[in-house]
C-alpha cells in the first residue's frame, strides 16, 4: 500500500481490546517503514487506567493519531466487563482531558445510522456529541450509496459541525463476506448490487471485477464533488484497494 503514499494507515483494535499488542507493534511496524499510523482505540473492556498507560506509550511511541471508537462487546463479556466508559464520546473526552492537544482524534461516522441506533436524529446527535468532545475528523461506516454520505455531510453541517468526515470505502471481493459485514454493521448493499453478486456465486474473478467497478464510480463520484479523502477499509487485501485507487488515477 505504501505505493500510493497513504496519508496515514489506521490499525484496528480487536473487541475488548484482545489484539492490543497486535496493534502496537503493528503501528511501530508502519512507522519503521516511514509510514503514519493511527491505531484504534476502544474503550469497551477497558479501565481508566488501562486507556491512561496505552496513551502513554503512543505519546512515547511518537504517535500523535489516534480512532477513538467504543468498540464492540467480546463475546460473553456481561455488563461488568463493559469498561469505565460507555460510549466513544467520553473517550475522546477522557483522551482530551489526559493528554491535551497531543492527539489528533478521529472518530466514526454512520451515513446509514449505527446499528443500535434509535433512529437517524438520535445517531446525528451522538456524532454531535463526539464532535464536541473533541475529535477533530471522522471517518464514516463504508456505504455504496453515496447520496446516502452527502445526506450525513449536509445534516451534520446544518448542526455546525465543521470537521472533516472522510467516507469508509470497503472494496468488494467475497459476497457473503461482504453481507456478512453489512449486515453486522448496519451498511446497505443495494438490491441490484447484491442480486448481480448473488448470480456470480463462486466466481470470484467476476466478483471482484464488478465489485472493482462498482466502488471506482462510487469513489469518483465523490471525489468529483470535493471530499476530505477516501479512507479504504483494505481486509488485508492491498490488491483490491490498489485496484480501485489505479482506476481513479487513470
Known amino acids: 500500500m505504501l505505493e500510493i503514499a497513504p496519508r496515514y494507515v489506521s490499525v484496528t483494535f480487536g473487541a475488548g481490546g484482545s489484539t492490543r499488542e497486535g496493534t502496537l507493534d503493528t503501528v511501530r511496524a508502519l512507522r519503521e517503514l516511514g509510514c503514519d499510523a493511527a491505531p484504534h482505540l476502544s474503550c469497551i473492556g477497558a479501565s481508566r487506567d488501562t486507556l491512561r498507560a496505552l496513551l502513554g506509550r503512543y505519546r512515547d511511541d511518537g ?27 467520553d473517550l475522546v473526552e477522557f483522551i482530551r482531558d489526559e493528554t491535551g492537544d497531543l492527539f489528533h482524534i478521529e472518530v466514526a461516522a454512520y451515513p446509514e445510522m449505527h446499528p443500535q441506533a434509535a433512529g437517524p436524529m438520535h445517531d446525528l446527535a451522538n456524532f454531535v456529541r463526539k464532535v464536541e468532545a473533541g475529535a477533530n475528523s471522522a471517518i464514516t461506516q463504508y456505504f455504496f450509496n453515496a447520496d446516502a454520505y452527502f445526506d450525513f455531510v449536509d445534516r451534520a453541517q446544518s448542526k455546525g459541525i465543521k470537521i472533516p468526515i472522510v467516507p469508509g470505502i470497503m472494496p468488494i471481493t467475497n459476497y457473503t463476506q461482504l453481507m456478512r459485514f453489512s449486515e453486522m454493521c448496519g451498511a446497505e448493499v443495494p438490491r441490484w448490487i447484491r442480486l448481480r453478486l448473488a ?52
Open 63 to 89: 504517535v500523535r493519531r489516534i480512532v477513538a471508537l467504543r468498540g464492540d462487546m467480546p463475546s460473553g463479556m456481561g455488563a461488568d466487563g463493559a469498561g469505565d466508559l460507555r460510549y466513544a464520546s
Open 199 to 250: 448470480e456470480m456465486g463462486d466466481d470470484r474473478e467476476s466478483i471482484r471485477a464488478f465489485g472493482t467497478d462498482v466502488v471506482t464510480q462510487m469513489c469518483q463520484t465523490l471525489i468529483d464533488n470535493d471530499v476530505p479523502g477516501l479512507h479504504f477499509y483494505t481486509l488485508n487485501n492491498a490488491e483490491a484497494t490498489l485496484s480501485i485507487w489505479r482506476g481513479l488515477a487513470a
